[in-house]
Structure formats: structure tokens, C-alpha cells
């Protein structure tokens, strides 16, 4: 008899080569949260191509780039999550946007890992309670990193838990 994982597998995965990392992290929710976000997507960048690297920049305000249409971003960034090959989201911050991101990648099998701090019990049951979602809770950087490196150092198209 053979076993199936019920994970989910994503559908466009590229062997071979170093991933394309979706970051997620809030923007016009809060950005409180800058200084993490670039220090997590600066060790990213160590495993693959970010390609939402404007997230971590201390420049981006709370109205995110607004010279730039609502329709542009949201079709820019699905396009950038549709080509990734795992999300990692930041997801201390509640936003809307980042929780369409997740969703929308789970629903596409793209694999997601999502770090928050915070007392256990306070991440939304939504993320918390979804089988294409990997959480982990953490509280200094040291333990995100170690997430990641976990995550991604034998990255195979298929976040390691």
C-alpha cells in the first residue's frame, strides 16, 4: 500500500534552482515591524531571490506605494506569488492583505511558513488552523532565523518543518 502525504504540493516548483521567496508582512496595517522585516528578508536572501524585498524598506510608509493604482499592486504581487516557491510571512502585525496572500497561496499549493510573536493562542485560527500553513512562534530574531535556516536549507520544493 502506498502512502500520500495530504500536505499540499505546489504546482510550479522548479528543482534545481535556488527558490523564489514570497514575503509577506504588513504594510498598511502597521509598520511597527519594519527593522524584523528587513532582517528577515535580509536572511532570505541568503537561501533565494526575494522578490518582495519593498516590504523590508523603512521608506515604505503605511500607504504603501502609493503612486502605484490598488489594481497594479494587487496584479503585481499575485504574479510575484504565483512565480514563488514558498511564502514566509510575518504575520505579528493583522493585515488583511497578508491573509490574502496566504490564502491564496495555500490555495495554489504554494508552501507557507508564518512567524508571529505573541502568547500562543493569539494567532488568528485561520492561519493557525490551516494544513498548508506552517506557524512558529518566536520571540527574537535568533529563533526566526533558525526557522528559516530549518525552512530552507534543504529547500525542495517543499518547506521543512
Partial sequence: ???TSSAPQHTLT???DRPVIYFAGSIRAGRDDVPTY?????RLSGYGQVTTEHVGDYSLSVKGQARLSDRHIHDRDLR?????DIVVAEVTTASLG???????AVAWRIPVVALYRGEEGTLSAMIAGSPGVRTHRYSDLGEAFTVIDTALAD??????S
Avoid at 510575484?80 to 514563488?84: N, P
Avoid at 529547500?155 to 521543512?160: I, N, T
Fill in 155 to 160: 529547500f525542495d520544493g517543499k518547506a521543512e
Fill in 80 to 84: 510575484w506569488l504565483r512565480a514563488s
Fill in 1 to 3: 500500500m502506498t502512502r
Fill in 38 to 42: 528587513a532582517a528577515l528578508i535580509e
Fill in 14 to 16: 522548479r528543482f534545481g
Fill in 98 to 104: 497578508v491573509g490574502y496572500e496566504i490564502a491564496t
